[in-house]
């Protein structure tokens, strides 16, 4: 059998059946996902009706497999869902480029998600914090023993509960409890709520305050997963651009969101193929970064000695129990693929995964531009987007190749005049 090294050479050279073929051999796929991906995933809308309301059938993204990733020396077949020209090969080419020349690490700091219980006006603060933390220990063993049971049972559940102040801007102040829980290998969304909600009648009994609001926060920065990646063998110079660039997006807010976003082209596509919800973990991560109130890059590249070293902390909160990653077959597949054992050890591969497409954007910026690598991608969807039958496709992208050389841009309006002119000769 192949190992998972053999299988990245070359993978993108082979045409769909042989990378299916290849990711069976492996045994990152089943002969029955096979036919379930060439059937086209899901037809029946039956399990959509399940999850949302009105529904009149899906939408499907490409669903791609990123390569030569070694994330704490073990290797991954990383599923992305994706649209985005490019995303998919720059992780593998950049991958590739880690996997040569240095190492991925990964860590998870914490194991609580965070639940709100808002109080929007209180009389005195001092005596509502001692009231509530004189009690604490009961109402940590209400909740485990009324709502969070099932997560106790696998060594998870409420553990703290704390008091903040908040200003309202005013000369008043709001209360906000929050209660702290280790959601072991769920997201933990859904339950951390109905404990928030539990908490609500009894906490009012104690205050005699009102609660006026109970919702999760994805401002996890109780758990935040962090990846390194260390480059042993690079060119001091480009080196020294990585480094200039990521200081860049430190300190400048316009910058810091696009190398977010650029960030996030390798953490989303993991999020929506594992059934993960990616709003909330941008959320969180968005939040995370703007922490000391500026919005900052999430992640920073610096050089060690000879060495280029890049990290990413943030909150990464994911599951791979429960809800649509149990529920669509899609996701279900996807994290079979990947292989991975909690949901720990997913979000280090999603956050290394986040890492390594930001150093191959910085790569590409500070060298050929973005426009060489992304451009030479996209001459297909150009060439789709002209009108361009398949046949007519390899001519349309020569064409354009040769324009993207000569003038290095491209645009639709260079693929419909390729097209026209194509067309134009076909029928003298």
Known sequence: MKTLSEIFKGFSKLDRDERLQSLLEIGALQEGDIAYLKEGGLQDTTLGEKFIENVIGYF??????ATNFNVDGKDYVIPLAVEETSIVAAASKTAKWVRENGSIHTEVVGHDIIGQIQ????????????QILEKKSELIEASNREVAFGLVRRGGGVNDIQVRKVPRGDGQDMAVVHIHMNPCDAMGANIINQVCEFLKEPLQNLTGEKVTMCILSNLVDTKLTKATVVIDKIDQDLADKIEEASLFAWQDTYRAATNNKGVLNGIDPILIATGNDWRAV???????????????????????????????????????????????????????MLNVESANELSRVIAAVGLVQNLGALKALTTVGIIEGHMKLHIKNLSLGAGASEKEIPLVQKKLEEVLASQKRISLSHAVDALKEIRSQATH
């Not at 499907?60 to 497999?65: D, K, N, S």
């Not at 109080?119 to 001692?130: D, G, M, R, T, V």
């Not at 939040?287 to 890049?310: C, E, M, N, P």
Request: aromatic share 10%; net charge positive.
């Open 282 to 336: 941008e959320a969180g991560i968005h939040a995370y970064a703007a922490r000391d109130g500026q919005y900052r890059s999430i992640t920073r590249w610096k050089k060690v000695g000879t060495k280029l070293v890049g990290t990413f902390e943030a909150p990464l909160i994911v599951g791979t129990v429960g809800g649509v990653t149990t529920l669509h077959p899609t996701a279900s597949m996807c994290l079979k």
């Open 119 to 130: 109080f929007a006006k209180i009389q005195n603060f001092s005596n509502f914090e001692k």
């Open 60 to 65: 499907q993204m490409p669903l791609g497999i």
